[in-house]
């Protein structure tokens, strides 16, 4: 702490080297005080993205649902649709889950064991397997129907 007198008595250049010093410390926490505020305005920006996310999703899914039932179409071909999509949309998600999951950075506080990958690899083939089957049935049905027909 400085006292009076040592404050009177400085030479000038042990007042201008303390002057610079504390104009340099209030520099940083100046500096620091922006990025705080920098910090809070990136978080107050992806809270209002994420809203804006939610709500457009759930517009469009009301859109998508008004135009279905309004051109009266048959509800059991809409669900029928859907869980083809949903069956080949599966393998990707289950994919992107294993990579997730076995991602060193992503988990380091809860590390996937040898075991659990086993079982989610067999999932994931599985996975692959069934919407593999979906596609060969509902999309390629079509081109066997027309060679059955050559050949017969």
Do not use: Y
């Given at each position: 702490?400085?006292?009076?007198?040592?404050?009177?008595?400085?030479?000038?250049?042990?007042?201008?080297?303390?002057?610079?010093?504390?104009?340099?410390?209030?520099?940083?926490?100046?500096?620091?005080?922006?990025?705080l505020e920098s910090k809070e305005n990136i978080e107050?920006?992806?809270?209002?993205?994420?809203?804006?996310?939610?709500?457009?999703?759930?517009?469009?899914?009301?859109?998508?649902?008004?135009?279905?039932?309004?051109?009266?179409?048959?509800?059991?071909?809409?669900?029928?649709?859907?869980?083809?999509?949903?069956?080949?949309?599966?393998?990707?998600?289950?994919?992107?889950?294993?990579?997730?999951?076995?991602?060193?950075?992503?988990?380091?506080?809860?590390?996937?064991?040898?075991?659990?990958?086993?079982?989610?690899?067999?999932?994931?083939?599985?996975?692959?397997?069934?919407?593999?089957?979906?596609?060969?049935?509902?999309?390629?049905?079509?081109?066997?129907?027309?060679?059955?027909?050559?050949?017969?």
């Amino acid at each position: 702490t400085a006292t009076a007198e040592s404050i009177f008595f400085m030479q000038n250049d042990e007042l201008e080297t303390e002057g610079q010093e504390q104009g340099e410390e209030l520099d940083k926490l100046e500096r620091q005080e922006i990025t705080l505020e920098s910090k809070e305005n990136i978080e107050k920006q992806n809270r209002r993205n994420l809203k804006i996310m939610k709500q457009t999703t759930n517009l469009v899914m009301v859109a998508i649902a008004t135009v279905v039932i309004s051109t009266n179409v048959d509800r059991i071909v809409v669900i029928l649709v859907a869980q083809v999509f949903n069956g080949c949309l599966l393998p990707i998600f289950s994919i992107c889950l294993l990579i997730c999951i076995n991602d060193e950075q992503f988990m380091e506080s809860a590390p996937q064991r040898g075991w659990s990958n086993v079982f989610l690899v067999i999932s994931v083939t599985f996975t692959i397997f069934l919407a593999g089957n979906v596609v060969v049935q509902k999309l390629l049905s079509w081109v066997l129907v027309v060679v059955w027909h050559r050949l017969v």
